[in-house]
């Protein structure tokens, strides 16, 4: 079967970048390895504002809005930072998954399930699929298969995308702990730069999870300790564990090769501070759905080399900054985490965060806390001249 868009992957991204094509009035394929979209659950599911802007989230599917957060740190100094307005939505990630590739289908692509990749021939654009089953031809080829592409290796002389583990629990405390309006999320030097994130699904209820560069078992023990060490928490029934894994974002990673890109997880298209990349890769699947059609339109598959430039061009403030303050949070210690909270709250910086924090766009809360000096105040002098560099 011939098309002119075939998507290996049909997660959240793929789905998006599906549905615009098809309505454009391209052939559009998708071909899935699982049996069931979104199954099983391997995210926080907890989405920044822009989603709305970004693209389309049904009421139903959104399990609580968040208008701001509790920053602990290691020793639990508290900053609470708050908006007027939601800041984050956690969601039915499985729920929300199989609704873009329902709305991609309703477009007019069409979604081959349990359909595994073995081969792809990147001169003449075919796809090969295991068991027999029959074989798929694009003219442009798109790797939106998750951290562990195949298409991504095929582009990139067998070179494995770089991850860290994620685990998290859905947790019931067996009785009312939460204040519904707020996330928490606790720092550790031992884990950084990754961190505890505490997600409230209702009153008593929460997806307590972490991300690092350990194995599933010793980031499975680390969520048990941190529960079983917090007083607040004596009393806790574990409702079901999930695990994952988050790539590493990679500036130098190329995502166009011939006819074939890449989109989401499989061109690392992450948050290098939290793992999340939902937002950045609705906007990716906008680029990529422009340039696209482009190169269709024009027969001319050197087009699609714009998408690596504009991706790189639209993202590289943002990502720049989120890769030093990454660099920078790796090398503090506990003991400098809670002096850093403890300058933080006597700067006012709980509300300078409230007005210019954002989960996706870092870089205007960094700016402006290097503009007002707050920066050469809470780190080491040859860590800040790295921030701050950024904008000089």
């Known amino acids: 079967m011939t098309y002119d868009i075939l998507i290996v992957g049909a997660g959240p991204v793929g789905s998006t970048y599906a549905r615009y094509m098809a ?49 602990h740190s290691p020793s639990d100094r508290i900053l609470k930072v708050a908006k ?20 991609a289908v309703d477009a007019g692509a069409e979604l081959f399930l349990k359909h595994q990749v073995k081969d ?44 860290l583990q994620a685990a998290q629990f859905k947790v019931d405390f067996d009785k009312n702990l939460f204040d519904m309006d707020y996330v928490h999320l606790y720092a550790d030097a031992s884990i950084s730069p990754g961190f505890i994130w505490l997600i409230p699904l209702s009153s008593s209820e929460a997806r307590v999870g972490l991300f690092g560069n350990s194995d ?14 917090n007083p607040a928490f004596d009393n806790y029934s574990l409702m079901k564990k999930y695990q994952g894994r988050i790539p590493i974002f990679n500036p130098k990673k190329n995502i166009v090769k011939d006819n074939v890109i890449l989109l989401g997880d499989a061109a690392s298209q ?21 340039i696209t059609g482009k190169a269709l339109e024009n027969d001319d598959n050197t087009i699609l080399k714009q998408y690596q430039s504009q991706y790189r061009k639209k993202f590289k403030t943002e990502l720049n900054t989120q890769l030093r303050v990454q660099k920078i949070f790796k090398s503090l210690t506990d003991e400098d985490l809670d002096l850093m909270f403890i ?30 000096g707050i ?18």
């Not at 559009?28 to 802007?53: F, H, N, T």
Request: hydrophobic share 40%; aromatic share 10%.
């Open 23 to 71: 309505e454009k009035g391209y052939k559009v394929g998708i071909i899935e390895k699982k049996s069931r979209i979104g199954v099983p659950l391997q995210c926080a599911g907890l989405l920044g504002r822009q989603i709305k802007e970004v693209n389309i989230l049904p009421s139903e599917l959104i399990i609580n809005p968040f208008y701001g957060a509790y920053l």
């Open 84 to 103: 007027n307005n939601p800041e984050a939505y956690v969601v039915d990630r499985v729920g929300y998954d199989q609704f873009l590739a329902e709305l």
């Open 120 to 163: 792809i021939n990147l001169k003449n654009g075919m796809v090969y699929i295991k068991n027999g089953k029959e074989d798929f031809r694009g003219r442009i080829i798109v790797g939106a298969d998750g951290y562990n592409s195949v298409v991504a290796l095929k582009i990139s002389n067998n070179e494995h995308n770089h991850s």
């Open 216 to 229: 599933y078992h010793s980031l499975n023990k680390y969520l048990k300790d941190f529960l079983n060490n």
């Open 270 to 290: 992450v948050k290098p501070t939290t793992g999340g990349g939902l937002i950045m890769g609705f906007k990716c699947a906008q680029i990529a759905a422009n």
């Open 343 to 372: 300058k933080l709250k006597e700067e006012g910086a709980e509300d300078i965060i409230s007005e210019y924090g954002e989960m996706d766009d870092q870089a205007p809360l960094v700016k402006e806390l290097f503009k007002r």
């Open 375 to 392: 920066i050469f105040k809470i780190l080491p002098k040859i860590l800040a001249r790295g921030i701050s560099a950024l904008w000089k």
